[in-house]
């Protein structure tokens, strides 16, 4: 007698979170008053969570998207906009990929370019007839 048993087998291939975004952007200069978007985009099975820590606060808005590559990987990109840049948002904004593989995080070194007042003076002008007239309050940038 012969017996014979079919079974379907499933199994998934896991892979850890990998953030694929260039590295070449990870130190970022803006003016103040710019508006600023980082981008981090991490794949892997299952899909990454993509978590965003940063040194300033209220001002941050993030979006996020999802797809999924030619291997089937699933591909999060996260965004972190800044709109009106200001001194105090300058530092370390970090972003972390993270699935039940594995973690891994990118940071990016933001540095705000200000005009600051470096003194004021008052400033001396003088008509044909030698009288002076003062302005006050001049500010050097």
């Not at 952007?25 to 965003?52: E, K, N």
């Not at 990016?108 to 003088?126: Q, R």
């Amino acid at each position: 007698m012969i017996t014979t048993s079919v079974s379907n087998i499933n199994f998934s291939v896991l892979a850890s979170s990998n953030i694929v975004d260039p590295i070449n952007d990870m130190l970022v200069m803006r003016d103040q008053g710019d508006s600023l978007t980082l981008s981090c985009t991490a794949r892997g099975y299952p899909r990454p969570i993509i978590t965003w820590s940063t040194e300033t606060d209220s001002r941050i808005q993030v979006t996020t998207s999802l797809s999924t590559d030619t291997e089937g990987y699933l591909i999060i990109t996260s965004n972190l906009t800044i709109s009106n840049v200001l001194r105090e948002d300058g530092g370390i904004h970090t972003c972390t990929a993270n699935n039940t593989v594995g973690i891994e995080s990118r940071s990016f070194n933001l540095t705000v370019f200000c005009k600051f007042i470096i003194g004021t003076s008052d400033l001396n002008i003088f008509d044909m007839n030698y009288t002076t007239l003062v302005l006050s309050k001049i500010l050097f940038y």
